[in-house]
């Protein structure tokens, strides 16, 4: 934007110079000497025009980053069927470190909207108080999003737009018994999407929120995480960041009267991510 704005005024400048010069002129002696100082500003503004855009294409065109996170989770919460509660407080939950993956795609093109795609695994574990029945939960997900980003460098960044959870996992009780009760849960719950950054000036340092909220129809779903962010490498090929933050999950679902769940899933998280 700078860089555009620059130019324009170098063009403009440019034009009244060339409209000053040319407006004594009388004869072509006098137009001889003019067409040095048209080719001086000639060559000025494309150097200019150069040296500006060289820098930014890469930021500018197109930026690839991946990242991968360990999240450090507790599960709490209950689940529901044929109208009797299984509550998440007679069940000692087990700590479970979870893997998440992810990719973003930004581009320069304004009305085109970038792509960020994330896997996350949540597998969880519980026993009951009797210290006999289990509960297993997993309710691993794809987020698809795409949104647009007003505003993205080290200073400021904006994201917002809509993302696409696609959930594909169960809750399987364990009685003892040969027959367990398993039930699927394969659902797809469209969420609003937000990210906002703000970064120290000279520092590598920002302060990174997202989150992902809908609430359509029986079911209720937050994904927000806040983080503080650090660049520990500044290459010309990219750029490497860590992360260290807080994540809270919640998935609530309704399958008619026959089944229902109620789960949260919170705790700190460090992730790594470069930027090409």
Do not use: C
């Given at each position: 934007m700078i860089g555009k704005i620059l130019v324009n005024v170098l063009k403009?400048?440019?034009?009244?110079?060339?409209?000053?010069?040319?407006?004594?002129?009388?004869?072509?002696?006098?137009?001889?000497?003019?067409?040095?100082?048209?080719?001086?500003?000639?060559?000025?503004a494309a150097t200019c025009l150069v040296a500006l855009?060289?820098?930014?294409?890469?930021?500018?065109l197109f930026s690839l980053e991946a990242e991968a996170q360990y999240w450090q989770a507790d599960a709490s919460g209950y689940h529901t069927y044929a109208q009797t509660v299984s509550s998440g407080d007679i069940y000692d939950w087990k700590k479970s470190g979870q893997l998440g993956f992810g990719a973003t795609f930004t581009h320069f093109i304004p009305?085109?909207?970038?792509?960020?795609?994330?896997?996350?695994?949540?597998?969880?574990?519980?026993?009951?108080?009797?210290?006999?029945?289990?509960?297993?939960i997993d309710l691993g997900h794809e987020t698809y999003t795409l949104f647009y980003a007003p505003?993205?460098?080290?200073?400021?960044?904006?994201?917002?737009?809509?993302?696409?959870?696609?959930?594909?996992?169960?809750?399987?009780?364990?009685?003892?018994?040969?027959?367990?009760?398993?039930?699927?849960?394969?659902?797809?719950?469209?969420?609003?999407?937000?990210?906002?950054?703000?970064?120290?000036?000279?520092?590598?340092?920002?302060?990174?929120?997202?989150?992902?909220?809908?609430?359509f129809g029986d079911h209720?779903?937050?994904?927000?995480?806040?983080?503080?962010?650090?660049?520990?490498?500044?290459?010309?090929?990219?750029?490497?960041?860590?992360?260290?933050g807080y994540r809270s999950v919640k998935m609530d679902f309704e399958n008619g009267n026959d089944f229902t769940t109620n789960y949260e899933f919170t705790g700190p998280f460090a992730s790594v991510s470069l930027r090409f």
């Open positions: 403009l400048l440019g034009k009244l110079v060339e409209f000053k010069v040319l407006k004594p002129t009388k004869n072509a002696r006098e137009m001889e000497k003019v067409k040095p100082m048209k080719k001086m500003l000639s060559i000025t855009s060289a820098p930014a294409s890469a930021d500018v009305l085109l909207p970038n792509v960020k795609f994330e896997t996350q695994e949540l597998e969880f574990g519980g026993e009951h108080s009797n210290g006999v029945d289990t509960v297993n505003f993205d460098n080290d200073l400021v960044a904006i994201h917002f737009g809509a993302s696409l959870k696609q959930i594909d996992g169960y809750v399987g009780e364990n009685y003892g018994m040969s027959d367990q009760p398993l039930w699927r849960i394969d659902e797809d719950v469209v969420s609003a999407y937000l990210k906002l950054a703000a970064g120290l000036p000279f520092s590598g340092l920002s302060v990174v929120a997202e989150g992902h909220i809908g609430s209720d779903l937050h994904d927000i995480q806040g983080a503080v962010r650090y660049r520990f490498l500044d290459s010309l090929v990219f750029d490497g960041y860590a992360s260290i």
